[in-house]
T-cell receptor, first 111, second 112 residues
Framework: DARVTQTPRDKVTEMGQEVTMRCQPI?????VFWYRQTMMQGLELLAY????????DSGMPKDRFSAEMPDATLATLKIQPSEPRDSAVYFC?????????FGPGTRLLVL | SQQGEEDPQALSIQEGENATMNCSYK?????LQWYRQNSGRGLVHLIL?????REKHSGRLRVTLDTSKKSSSLLITASRAADTASYFC????????????FGGGTRLMVKP
């Protein structure tokens, strides 16, 4: 049963610390998405990759966020330095415009 | 405002009743999709309707699409307590590559 996995599931950190979230897309999916979900803003697209190349990261605050795909089995989203307003659930999804398969999310709390 | 705005934002019904959620969007689409999110979980794809389709069924789900009004509806018939979740529409626009634009969601509560 193929699924997207994300680690960690929960992360509590202090303001100013670096946070790295990891995602393993479904094998064979060439498009990977990073979303952020909050009560106030809903689901926001931060960045997405096709064949490991970044296609759009306009939704991401560039000064502190970075997203990479070092290989086809791993996508990372890094926040440095983290701020309390970054507290949210971060989802990775893989697939296509026909269907996206979401991971369980990383719940981030920045104190 | 966002593409794919859902209406209502929240809906509470009794088990056995039908639930109808609506979605509106602004620019032309290739397809429109509905997703479901249980509390604390990721979104799960439910159904896709292409721009040249008007209605689609999947089990207790019925989706309609009116491209002239740029709107879609999701009907869940004979609802169950297990249908309690948030439901999102997502639009695939012609010039957006593989991107989907998600709406704000409808929170559905089905009371037993």
């Amino acid at each position: 049963d193929a699924r997207v996995t994300q680690t960690p599931r929960d992360k509590v950190t202090e303001m100013g610390q670096e946070v790295t979230m990891r995602c393993q897309p479904i094998l064979g999916h060439n498009t990977v998405f990073w979303y952020r979900q909050t009560m106030m803003q809903g689901l926001e697209l931060l960045a997405y990759f096709r064949n490991r190349a970044p296609l759009d990261d306009s939704g991401m605050p560039k000064d502190r966020f970075s997203a990479e795909m070092p290989d086809a089995t791993l996508a990372t989203l890094k926040i440095q330095p983290s701020e309390p307003r970054d507290s949210a659930v971060y989802f990775c999804a893989s697939g296509s415009s026909k269907t996206q398969y979401f991971g369980p999310g990383t719940r981030l709390l920045v104190l | 405002s966002q593409q794919g705005e859902e209406d209502p934002q929240a809906l509470s019904i009794q088990e056995g009743e039908n639930a109808t959620m609506n979605c509106s969007y602004k620019t032309s689409i290739n397809n429109l999709q509905w997703y479901r999110q249980n509390s604390g979980r990721g979104l799960v794809h439910l159904i896709l309707i292409r721009s040249n389709e008007r209605e689609k069924h999947s089990g207790r789900l019925r989706v309609t699409l009116d491209t002239s009004k740029k709107s879609s509806s999701l009907l869940i018939t004979a609802s169950r307590a297990a249908d309690t979740a948030s439901y999102f529409c997502a639009t695939d626009h012609n010039n957006a590559g593989n991107m989907l634009t998600f709406g704000g969601g409808t929170r559905l509560m089905v009371k037993p």
